[in-house]
Nanobody, 122 residues
Framework: QAQLVESGGGLAQAGNSLRLSCAASGRPLSSYVMAWFRQAPGKERDFVAGISWSGSSTRYIDSVKGRFTISRDNAKNTVYLQMNSLKPEDTAVYYC???????????????WGQGTQVTVSS
């Protein structure tokens, strides 16, 4: 079993930046593809970004390309999401997830964190 704990969320003004972290315990993250999802009020939990186990391959939804960067440090068992040029529509609870393959669907991922709130004010 892997336990994931997100941190780094909070309140930011539009145009500013936040960096989310996801720390894992119980199993080495290097065994998994990692992803960030987000869920806005009244909406589905959607894929935002993913990174391969080695970090050599990444994937983003169109609305965050060029603004968000996913990265990982397998030695620290941690995954990051650097969020720049934040917009009010980025407001959501952000979740990290671990799974065997890269995918957009939630059911691809076996392990989830508890989420961290990101609120962007205009």
């Amino acid at each position: 079993q892997a336990q994931l704990v997100e941190s780094g969320g909070g309140l930011a003004q539009a145009g500013n930046s936040l960096r989310l972290s996801c720390a894992a315990s119980g199993r080495p993250l290097s065994s998994y593809v990692m992803a960030w999802f987000r869920q806005a009020p009244g909406k589905e939990r959607d894929f935002v970004a993913g990174i391969s186990w080695s970090g050599s391959s990444t994937r983003y939804i169109d609305s965050v390309k060029g603004r968000f960067t996913i990265s990982r440090d397998n030695a620290k068992n941690t995954v990051y999401l650097q969020m720049n040029s934040l917009k009010p529509e980025d407001t959501a609870v952000y979740y990290c997830a671990a799974g065997p393959v890269m995918g957009l669907r939630r059911d691809v991922y076996a392990y989830w964190g508890q989420g961290t709130q990101v609120t962007v004010s205009s």
